[in-house]
């Protein structure tokens, strides 16, 4: 299995030696032609606003938008979080966002760089607590009825789940533990069985 990190601007590096860990083949993705050999796809944290300009300037905003509505599996951390939402608040008037969990996503909405926190939580379909580093992160305000919330903070919602979509406002790929990247794996690869 070909799972590609899109490498625009991020924690790319972070999350390709993740995956690589997982026993899949991990591959930037920068140029149309590098998403089409891609099984499954990571949206890194990094800035969103950045992101949603160097999608469309790298002409890779249409091709990913139309994989992920037509099942490619995914996965946003933080920035990749807000890029997967239907609906971001607090967005840039022209930033764009791909999709792909019927959710609204609020920017920033635990606080500037100066209220980054670390906490460990408890997500569903991993055993055992997570430690979670939050930074500049978002959290959703409504997830739609398809969609799974699988983890929470002081009861805002961090992480959810819409068939073979992913998504958390915290950086796994910052912490050494690989039950996330894993769950992901295994989500693609089951898309991978079925399909």
């Known amino acids: 299995m070909?799972?590609?990190?899109?490498?625009?601007?991020?924690?790319?590096?972070?999350?390709?030696a993740a995956l690589a860990e997982c026993d899949v083949i991990a591959r930037p993705v920068r140029r149309p032609a590098e998403l089409?050999?891609?099984?499954a796809i990571v949206i890194p944290g990094g800035e969103s606003t950045t992101m949603s300009k160097l999608l469309v300037d790298f002409e890779l905003?249409?091709?990913?938008?139309?994989?992920?509505?037509?099942?490619?599996?995914?996965?946003?951390?933080?920035?990749g979080m807000i890029m997967l939402a239907d609906e971001v608040l607090d967005g840039r008037p022209d930033q764009r966002s791909l999709g792909g969990i019927d959710m609204t996503v609020r920017?920033?909405?635990?606080?500037?760089?100066v209220d980054s926190?670390?906490?460990?939580?408890?997500?569903?379909?991993v055993d055992?607590?997570?430690h979670a580093v939050f930074i500049?992160?978002?959290?959703?305000?409504?997830?739609?009825?398809?969609?799974?919330v699988i983890g929470e903070v002081d009861g805002?919602?961090?992480a959810v789940r819409q068939r073979n979509v992913l998504a958390t406002a915290f950086h796994p790929e910052l912490t050494g533990d690989l039950r996330v990247h894993r769950l992901f794996v295994d989500m693609a690869r089951a898309q991978q069985t079925e399909g």
């Open 117 to 125: 926190f670390e906490k460990e939580i408890e997500l569903s379909g």
């Open 107 to 113: 920017r920033n909405a635990f606080g500037r760089q």
């Open 156 to 158: 805002r919602i961090v």
């Open 136 to 148: 500049r992160a978002p959290w959703v305000e409504r997830v739609g009825e398809g969609v799974t």
């Open 128 to 130: 055992g607590p997570v």
């Open 2 to 16: 070909i799972i590609g990190v899109l490498a625009l601007q991020g924690d790319v590096r972070e999350h390709l």
């Open 61 to 79: 905003f249409e091709p990913l938008h139309k994989r992920i509505a037509e099942g490619l599996p995914a996965f946003g951390s933080c920035a």
């Open 36 to 39: 089409d050999d891609v099984d």
